[in-house]
């Protein structure tokens, strides 16, 4: 595997469902983001991980959770979802710039989620 | 308050003609812009990108212009190609004040383009 992956592609599930999203990233990067993409709208940032260290957490509702095992590895935990939370989530990795990083975020594909 | 706007929601260009996507910015603070390209049921796909010393970088068929005094950048595709045809984002980002070094991104609504053959 190459780049950044994520799993599962499409998710469908119920308000009171626990699932949770996977990212891999395969860069060598060392920072870990979560992105919300709804119809119309800018990518939203959801959360941040450098270094393995949540860094940026911008205003989520409690019901997303990230965690962040190693370098390589980004979840996000869902739980008691609401139908508005259906968006497009996208996992992105990238080196920071003290490690000669430029800032170039590197996506995963997304997962379709759709809460009923 | 959007800090990076695309004002044109969609653009359409014959093939071979050039193709010009706006972006305008509002916080002064933003020192490096980036340009993604995103397909359908795809991720977004760096493109290309500007570091704010710079007004000007190439790369093939694509070029970013940086007009700092105005807040302004633009993507240039010359020619365009019916494979250019997808989703056009700009981003900026900014060395954060508070000394972290990764790369935090501010993105517009995207453009989406079309190229016709």
């Known amino acids: 595997e190459t780049g950044v992956t994520q799993t599962p592609r499409h998710l469908v599930m119920g308000m009171t469902n626990k699932k949770s999203l996977k990212c891999e990233q395969h860069?060598?990067?060392?920072?870990m983001y979560w992105y919300k993409q709804s119809a119309k709208k800018p990518l939203e940032l959801m959360f941040v991980y450098s270094l393995e260290e949540r860094v940026e957490n911008n205003s989520v509702p409690s019901r997303f959770s990230p965690e962040c095992p190693n370098s390589s590895h980004l979840f996000l935990h869902l739980h008691t979802l609401q139908p508005e939370d259906s968006a497009l989530y996208l996992c992105?990795?990238?080196?920071?710039?003290?490690?000669?990083?430029?800032?170039?975020?590197?996506f995963g594909p997304g997962t379709r989620l759709t809460v009923l | 308050d959007q800090q990076v706007k695309q004002n044109s929601p969609s653009l359409s260009v014959q093939e071979g003609r050039i193709s010009i996507l706006n972006c305008d910015y509002t916080n002064s603070m933003f020192d490096y812009f980036l340009w993604y390209k995103k397909y359908p049921a795809e991720g977004p796909t760096f493109l290309i990108s500007i570091s704010s010393i710079k007004d000007k970088n190439e790369d093939g068929r694509f070029t970013v212009f940086l007009n700092k005094s105005a807040k302004h950048l633009s993507l240039h595709i010359v020619p365009s190609q019916p494979g250019d045809s997808a989703v056009y984002f700009c981003a900026a980002s900014e060395w954060d004040a508070g000394g972290t070094s990764y790369g935090k991104l501010t993105f517009g609504q995207g453009t989406i383009l079309t190229v016709h053959p």
């Open positions: 992105a990795s990238s080196q920071d710039r003290t490690s000669g990083g430029l800032n170039e975020q590197f």
């Open positions: 860069l060598g990067h060392n920072a």
